[in-house]
DNA sequence: ATTAGCACTCTTGCTTTTTGAGTGCTAAAA
DNA sequence: TTTTAGCACTCAAAAAGCAAGAGTGCTAAT
């Protein structure tokens, strides 16, 4: 594939690097003062035209320069640019951007794409750590009134979520006992996924007394151990989409799509790469395909346990990108690990 | 300062409606149409001359009709507008979509705030109840590892914080017996406000085993503590600004703006009155000159305890919105005075 | 105090012109 | 065969011009 001969390589690589700089479409003239190659601009302008040809440049109208189609920055991810290390000043932003959040796991994600959004000046996408075998490592029930209690669930990749609920019936020491009772016996260390409410339903009518009592506890459980699954996606900075004038008033557009939130985890998961590229037209819904798609995975503890996306326009600035993505889920996924496990 | 003739009253009156109504200058024949009035539409004209001279009406250009000064919407809501009952749709919508977070203050503000936005296409911001004197009811420290626990808090107004804190030494049981010792006399019953870091300090250092150990467990109250105050104000439905032409792009800069955070609480703290209406350039903030801010009060218990704020066009229909924002705040406070006083 | 009439002003939408960047092609040169 | 100079051609974007229409303000009559 890579059959492109080196001054083609040459051309393109500038015409990528110098869009993705100015937005301006690149003509001739202007492409020989780039590159400072030895040769006329009628030459230049013959390879782009077959550029053209091939699918890997295209003009915006017939009196234009050029500009990179998607198959375009596609070769240029894949064989033209050069694998850099972050940017020492990256680097800097991002760990002095994260470290207040270091030992809480949800809160580490959350200000992890905040900063790296901040930076890229994308969108970012992330989902809390979890996978597969996120299971219940405690419930406490704290009474706050005589009516109601906070319920408070604690998983094993160190996230917490509450609720306050309110009882029919006055909040009794025997009702706390018996519900600890249930709690250990049938929720403690079980998977998340496998609460269910039928499962609750039981538990609750196998109990001594008033099982009615029980019933809004229980349901407070399930809905809690859902929302363990449904919150794991947070969304980050996507208001800086509007600073980019590629996408002009389709900004708005791309902003109410990623804030329906539904479909954004399927934006980020199922890859297998630690990290993918997804350029325009390659993402599987319309609304982004003026925007590419940086994935990258992170893993806790040796398994792959969530993934930070960044969304912004194709035109954005990978090579430099890249790195930080690649950087960022690395030592999160190492502050994590080392938070959980002691 | 009721100086209008009845019939400015009609005119001003009708202007204001139809233009909030179609966003189009008014003109003199449009009027007449619209009144219904048995006079000429020279007649009309003369008037509208004159109210643009009072200050109450202007035009965009020479030849075109007339729209409303900031003048003209002061009068409008103070001296024109009907007081009306909230209209039966909306109440549905509201009711049915706060119920479902019936139990928990802060998740009923947010879903308040999102309803209230959504009904009205506008921003809302709201405060989370507190007011001065949220006092600190319950704290829990709940290990998760050897080196880390969830540390858990709980206040009077029913808002629930949490935060993981790893320790530099092993959690002993020791140590928990002597954090909930300090917990119990220095912290609970205490306001919020009241916990700095120099009096966990000091009641670190009172202790009989390694006062470091428990440093990092005091910062974490601290934090909590601190943010508490910080996170109380909510931010819903501000994509919805988008969907008025009468911002333009403008809208993408007041989108940043509140999405800034920190100024909000300005705009919405401050007010004496149960309900207030802030019109265009009246707002202290130069990036509301086009706005118009509603703002109500909720009280729990009695007393204030946070506030309701919408913020959308000058041209925003006040005569439905207001009875809204009303019902939401006085509903909103009666369900958490009943979730929270048992 | 109203009203009819009329001249005047400006926006809006449309078409036309101009300008300039950039191309593609051809024919000569290397 | 590759490169280059030269030139005609294209097209978007900016500028300029034009016609229509809505709406006003003023004046003089009612």
Redesign the interface.
Known sequence: MSELSERKKLILSAVVEQYIKTGEPIGSKELLALTGMSVSSATVRNEMSELSAMGYLEQPHTSAGRVPSQKGYRYYVDNLMKDREIDELNRRMIEAGISSA????E?LIAQAGEVLAELTKCACISTAPGGDAVII??I?L?P?????A?L?L?TSN?I?K?????LDCELTVKILEEFYNIVDSCIIGKPASDISVVSMQTAAASVDSDPFAMLPLMAAVCELARSMEDSRIILGGS?NL?SHKDYGVG??EL??FL?KREPLSAVISGIKEPLDVIIGKENLYRQLENSSVIVAKYSVGGRDSGSIGLIGPTRMDYESIIPSVKYLTDIVGRMITQ????
Chains 1, 2 share one sequence.
Not at 102 to 105: I, L
């Open positions: 270091a030992g809480d796991p809160r490592r405690k406490e704290v706050v009134g005589i009516h109601s906070m408070v604690l160190g917490l509450s609720r306050l609920c309110r208001s509007f900004a708005i902003f109410e804030n938070a959980i496990e002691e």
